[in-house]
């Protein structure tokens, strides 16, 4: 039986190597995927990893029909056993909706990946709809961690190094910054409690190098 798959963790944990490592092993054993990724920071129809890996992908729009791409592509005598789906946090209700009709309807496994919050800690709209239709749900198992050494659970985003909690739910960016980011925003993964405190590296480092104030009166 075909499945939908969704795996999930911080930004950094790892889930663009796994996509690639999935497809790697399936390919390997004769399967014929196809690779999709959506405004991934290395640029359109890109899927890269921070471990250097990088491979041709099928750019996900905003209107972008999975199921007409697939039913298309089988019709013209295409073969098609898996889908790769990366950035799947930015996908649209519909077009997870429509992940899922495939693997119900035409039997292919689709193996998503994604972040599950925004920097608000919010869900996005597409992990929030893999949430509530994934046939397994995978948390990466390479724990990001926090500054402080705990698991990262949270990604913060930062604006000329100070942390926000207002503003566009998507910027592209990365841990450290890119080129293709706005110049001032970056990203951070912390813990909920250092999330919740707004307590970045950088603002606990500079915290913990505060002068003691002197014991008058
Ligand atoms: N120089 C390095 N050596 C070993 N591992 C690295 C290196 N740089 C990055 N990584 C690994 O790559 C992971 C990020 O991989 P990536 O697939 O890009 O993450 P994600 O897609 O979840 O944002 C890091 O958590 C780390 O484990
Ligand atoms: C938290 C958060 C992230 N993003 C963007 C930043 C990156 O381009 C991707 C995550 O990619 P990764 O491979 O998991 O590192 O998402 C965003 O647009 N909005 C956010 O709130």
């Known amino acids: 039986m075909a499945e939908l798959h969704f795996f999930t963790g911080t930004m950094d944990s790892g889930k663009s190597t796994l996509a690639l490592q999935t497809n790697h092993n399936h390919a390997a054993r004769g399967r014929i995927g196809r690779i999709f990724t959506t405004r991934d920071r290395a640029g359109a129809s890109i899927l890269s990893s921070r471990l250097g890996l990088t491979h041709d992908a099928i750019e996900v729009g905003e209107d972008f029909d999975f199921w007409r791409y697939v039913v298309d592509s089988l019709t013209q005598g295409g073969r098609i056993d898996y889908l790769i789906c990366d950035e799947a946090q930015f996908y649209r209700t519909a077009q997870i909706d429509q992940l899922a009709k495939i693997v119900d309807e035409l039997q292919i496994d689709v193996f998503a990946f994604g972040i599950l919050t925004d920097f608000r800690t919010q869900l996005f709209e597409g992990s929030s709809r893999l949430v509530e239709l994934a ?34 739910v998507i910027v592209v960016g990365d841990v ?10 970056a990203y951070e993964v912390l813990c909920r409690q250092h999330h919740r405190r707004r307590l970045t590296a950088a603002r606990a480092k500079a915290v913990s190098l505060a002068p003691e104030p002197l014991p008058f009166g």
């Open 135 to 168: 046939d397994r749900m995978n948390v990466l198992q390479v724990e990001a961690l926090c500054w402080c050494g705990k698991r990262a659970t949270h990604n913060a985003r930062t604006e000329n190094g100070v942390m926000v909690v207002e503003g566009e």
């Open 176 to 185: 450290d910054q890119v080129d293709e980011a706005p110049a001032d925003v």
